[in-house]
Nanobody, 124 residues
Framework: QVQLVESAGGLVQSGGSLRLSCAAS????????MGWFRQAPGKEREFVAA????????YYADSVKGRFTISRDNAKNTVYLQMNSLKPEDTAVYYC?????????????????WGQGTQVTVSS
């Protein structure tokens, strides 16, 4: 059983930066790839970024490329999302997800674990 807890969301001004964390607890010895998704009010959840177990492969949505960076520290069972040059349209609840796999499969229909989400609000 693995639980994911997101943190470090908050309110920032446009152009500012924020780093989200997703800490895993429980059976964290398992190999897993990690990803970030976000959902704004009235919109469907969308993919943001993902990283393989080794960290050698990363994936980003076009809307965040060049601004966001995903990384992980397996010793701490934590994945991070560094968000720079934030825009009001980045405002959403951000969720982390995990797959019990060494690789991230973009077309996979479901994910094995989900966090509860953390709110990110970017003011104009």
């Amino acid at each position: 059983q693995v639980q994911l807890v997101e943190s470090a969301g908050g309110l920032v001004q446009s152009g500012g930066s924020l780093r989200l964390s997703c800490a895993a607890s429980g059976r964290t010895f398992s190999i897993y790839a990690m990803g970030w998704f976000r959902q704004a009010p009235g919109k469907e959840r969308e993919f943001v970024a993902a990283i393989s177990w080794s960290g050698s492969n990363t994936y980003y949505a076009d809307s965040v490329k060049g601004r966001f960076t995903i990384s992980r520290d397996n010793a701490k069972n934590t994945v991070y999302l560094q968000m720079n040059s934030l825009k009001p349209e980045d405002t959403a609840v951000y969720y982390c997800a995990a797959d019990r796999s060494s690789a991230w499969y973009p077309n996979r229909q479901s994910r094995d674990y989900w966090g509860q989400g953390t709110q990110v609000t970017v003011s104009s």
